[in-house]
């Protein structure tokens, strides 16, 4: 990795750290500093104020509107925001379908739906997981079955992160029941208002309805709407799953709340002593930091096997299990360390400007967080799956 790429990596982080003191509305920045629960609104405005720094889409080829970032620049983006709290880059659009349609989809699918997805015009959602088919894809149900000029998609889609609010989905979909599993899978693009389509919403720990159930009963969508090549779903599948497991947002998840922890335990007093001078919650620390420098160490050497073409395919596997678990277990410290506030979840201070009952400002944020978050290692591909793939692409078994 050249000194060049590197020079450029922390230019840009240095870029977003400006972004974020100075041009990102104080409105928003304390919504996320608090961790609080963020509207579709908020969502769009957010997006679109990364788009205007043209940052956006920034990873995608420049003939499409990016700027052809390297793995290391992407790699900086999306850690650095993860480190300052920043909300959520909702990845469905701009990190999910945009590259396989620029990648796979016709000239008239990229004209038609790549500058919505730029400028968040339209907001997509991903229909993969279901009921029987979760980290095992190839196992789904939904049929879409050819008449004439369209299809005719029955079945239901499961934990489809905020669905209630898209405008299309991109879906796998069963066009051949009698081919093996992998090869009569299809790609198809949605239209979230046709007739047949049914969102129910799914109520999480946190109390919050952030994953859904989709439905879909003889719903008709136009041949034009499938993604390249009928049977061919499944390779553009694990192409997306490629741009879906990568590493800068989990490693700056796990150093974010670290350093909340640490800063928590420095300002919190019991007894007259700080917590952190506590010799058992000192030595944790300590734990999580060199994990962490660990899983940071990991995560380079992983971006610079991707630049240089190098990856065995395991790379991205192996962070998504540490970081995630790292994650949580220094999450659940700190909601420890937060002592009678830690049991005081206070939901409605999620949705609105004021205080907790107990503890920092940002109690509420950190329990919901927490709640949240016990799903990381089963989301974007289990720790169980994620081990497997290790233990073909790395350990040959």
Same mark, same amino acid.
């Given at each position: 990795?050249?000194?060049? *790429? ?30 609080? %629960? ?7 405005? &957010? ?12 990873? &995608? ?7 052809? &970032? =390297? ?9 650095? *925001? ?34 919505? $997805? ?41 934990? @489809? @992160? ?5 405008? &299309?989905?991109?879906? *796998? ?7 093996? /599993?992998?090869?009569? $899978? ?35 969508? /136009? ?38 922890? #640490? ?13 952190? +001078? ?8 300590? +734990?999580?930091? *060199? ?19 190098? +990856?065995?395919?395991?790379?991205? =596997? ?16 700190? !909601? ?26 940002? @109690?509420?944020?950190?329990? #919901? ?13 289990? =720790? ?5 793939? %290790?233990?073909?692409? !790395?350990?040959?078994?």
């Amino acid at each position: 990795m050249t000194q060049e *790429l590197r020079a450029r990596a922390e230019r840009l982080r240095q870029e977003v750290r400006d972004f974020y003191a100075h041009v990102m509305p104080a409105d928003l920045r304390d919504k996320s500093h608090r961790h609080q %629960v963020l509207s579709k609104e908020d969502y769009v405005r &957010w997006m679109r104020l990364l788009d205007q720094q043209g940052w956006s889409v920034a990873h &995608w080829p420049a003939e499409y509107g990016g700027k052809g &970032w =390297s793995p290391l620049e992407r790699f900086a983006f999306e850690d650095e *925001l993860a480190r300052l709290g920043c909300p959520w880059v909702i990845p469905f659009g701009v990190k999910y379908v945009g590259p396989v349609i620029y990648a796979f989809g016709s000239e008239a699918q990229k004209q038609r739906f790549l500058p919505g $997805i730029k400028t968040t015009e339209e907001f997509w959602a991903q229909g993969y997981s279901e009921p029987g088919a979760g980290s095992d894809l190839a196992g789904l149900r939904t049929t879409a079955l050819r008449e004439g000029d369209h299809y005719v998609v029955n079945g239901q889609k499961v934990w @489809t @992160t905020y669905a209630q609010w898209a405008d &299309w989905l991109f879906c *796998l979909v069963r066009t051949d029941r009698d081919d093996k /599993p992998q090869s009569g $899978i299809s790609f198809l693009l949605i239209d979230m208002n046709s007739p047949g389509v049914k969102v129910v919403p799914i109520r999480t720990m946190d109390g919050y309805a952030h994953v859904n159930e989709v439905w879909l009963e003889d719903v008709k969508v /136009p041949a034009e709407n499938l993604i390249g090549e009928e049977g061919k779903g499944w390779t553009y599948a694990k192409f997306l799953l490629k741009n879906e497991r990568t590493a800068g947002a989990i490693v700056g998840w796990a150093w974010h709340v670290l350093d909340r922890l #640490k800063k928590h335990a420095r300002e919190t007093r019991v007894d007259g002593a700080a917590l952190i +001078e506590q010799p058992l919650l000192r030595n944790r620390i300590g +734990e999580y930091e *060199l994990r962490f420098l660990a899983l940071e160490l990991a995560a380079y050497q992983a971006v610079a096997a991707m630049a240089d073409g190098s +990856e065995n395919g395991g790379e991205a =596997s192996l962070i998504k299990i540490r970081g995630t678990e790292l994650y949580q277990e220094v999450m659940e410290t700190l !909601v420890e360390s937060l002592g009678a506030a830690g049991v005081a979840f206070d939901g409605e201070a999620l949705h609105r400007a004021g205080l907790p009952p107990l503890g920092p400002d940002d @109690t509420g944020g950190i329990l #919901k967080d927490h709640f949240y978050n016990r799903a990381a290692t089963i989301f974007g591909g289990s =720790s169980e799956i994620q081990r497997n793939i %290790v233990a073909k692409a !790395v350990l040959g078994l």
